[in-house]
């Protein structure tokens, strides 16, 4: 089945700055990569995702890329703010089982 | 995306006891997922349920364990019976728009003392 490797597990950043979270997935056949983001005492809440014919997504502040060779994809939080701090879940679903996969979670902290 | 509704949000319980957890959409849905998250953890599919037929359970869960309801295609539930402390964890339902999508309730918080 598949596999997906997280990292950082925490982060923390200056007020401004960037952050970046890394993905690893094992199986080729997985197509769809969403990124969650879970505050404290809710449930997940997906901020944006790429599928595999598509290299970088952005949507404001946030940017996905994809590289299906090196089976990696990476989350780029620009211009951080303090509201920005939760946990980070990476994920992927394979062609076959449409099931989601979940990375470890990252937990981003963003200093004032 | 349909809204899920998820109750209780929290509860203490004893050991030995069940509780079970309600999940509520707002729209129809085919297939409703309900996950585990441990303290600090990523999340783990606990079971797929389909309405009208029997959930489906990843490897390292079982039915008597967690049974599932799925009356109808805006409701399901899912029970933690006979619980010990490490049943202790944050239970989640979702379902997908489309076949990837993810959508989630805002989580059910279980201590169990």
């Known amino acids: 089945g598949e596999n997906v490797e997280q990292h950082p597990s925490t982060l923390s950043v200056q007020e401004g700055d960037s952050a970046v979270i890394k993905c690893t997935y094992s199986?080729?056949?997985?197509?769809?990569f969403p990124w969650y983001k879970q505050e404290l005492g809710k449930g997940p809440q997906l901020i944006i995702d790429?599928?595999?014919?598509?290299g970088e997504k952005k949507d404001q502040r946030i940017a996905v890329t994809l590289n299906k060779t090196a089976k990696h994809f990476s989350l780029h939080i620009t211009e951080t703010q303090p509201e920005d701090s939760a946990v980070y879940f990476c994920?992927?679903?394979?062609?076959?089982?449409?099931?989601?996969?979940f990375g470890s979670g990252t937990q981003l902290t963003v200093l004032p | 995306s349909a809204v899920i509704s998820q109750k209780p949000s929290r509860d203490i319980c004893q050991r030995g006891t069940s509780l079970t957890i309600q999940c509520q959409v707002d729209?129809?849905?085919?297939?409703m997922f309900w996950y585990r998250q441990q303290p600090g953890q990523s999340l783990t599919l606990i079971a797929t349920?389909?309405?009208?037929?029997?959930?489906?359970?990843e490897s390292g869960f079982v039915i008597d364990k967690f049974p599932i309801s799925r009356p109808n295609l805006t409701f399901s539930t899912l029970t933690v019976s006979n619980m010990s402390p490490e049943d202790s964890s944050i239970y989640l339902c979702?379902?997908?728009?489309?076949?990837?999508?993810?959508?989630f309730g805002q989580g059910t918080r279980l201590t169990v003392v």
């Open positions: 994920a992927a679903v394979s062609g076959s089982a449409r099931q989601l996969t």
């Open positions: 199986d080729s056949a997985s197509n769809y």
């Open positions: 790429i599928r595999s014919n598509v």
């Open positions: 729209s129809q849905v085919t297939m």
């Open positions: 349920a389909n309405q009208g037929s029997e959930a489906t359970y």
């Open positions: 979702s379902h997908h728009r489309g076949d990837t999508e993810a959508f």
